[in-house]
């Protein structure tokens, strides 16, 4: 495995949220860019197309997935270069999403959360997740990409035991 889960799962009044951290020795504004423009997402997640804007649909291509498919976003708030907030709904539920930016000293923090609707997806969804944001730094660094395979099924055991019982 490169690199040990990070993830963590914290109750709210709607559930759990699962909350991964990474920081990127990186200027907010440059961090922004490749979480938002969709030449740069192409590099670690996926293109997009569409007019962006709050309140708006964008259609997403899940590149790093089998059959490379798109899906709709809906952008619930964006608030250039700290917020953004996307909501999918799929086979496999309802994904609210959320990623923060904070700059400190020419670092930028980046939280990332998964308000999980359905808890017992973590086992999947946290491993993808660890994998998706390793991808952006190597995006943002130019190191070579992760294997999945470092991450599923290796992380599957520590997401699935975080959900309460």
């Avoid at 909501?87 to 939280?111: I, K, M, N, S």
């Avoid at 017992?120 to 070579?144: F, K, R, V």
Wanted: aromatic letters at 12%.
């Amino acid at each position: 495995m490169t690199t040990p889960p990070s993830g963590r799962l914290e109750n709210t009044p709607n559930g759990q949220d699962m909350i991964l951290t990474r920081t990127f020795r990186a200027p907010v504004e440059d961090v922004w860019a490749s979480i938002t423009e969709s030449g740069r997402t192409a590099r670690w997640f996926g293109p997009w197309k569409g007019e962006a804007g709050a309140g708006r649909t964008i259609q997403v291509q899940l590149v790093f997935e089998e059959g490379q498919p798109w899906a709709d976003y809906t952008i619930e708030a964006c608030t250039p270069p700290r917020h953004l907030a996307l909501r999918t709904v799929d086979a496999y539920g309802d994904w609210h999403l959320e990623a923060t930016l904070t700059e400190h000293a020419g670092q930028t923090e980046l939280v990332f959360t998964h308000h999980l609707t359905e808890p017992e997806i973590a086992g999947s969804a946290g491993p993808g997740w660890e994998y998706y944001l390793d991808m952006l730094g190597a995006a943002l660094t130019g190191a070579d990409r992760p294997d999945f395979d470092d991450y599923y099924p290796a992380m599957r055991e520590y997401y699935e035991n975080l959900i309460p019982r």
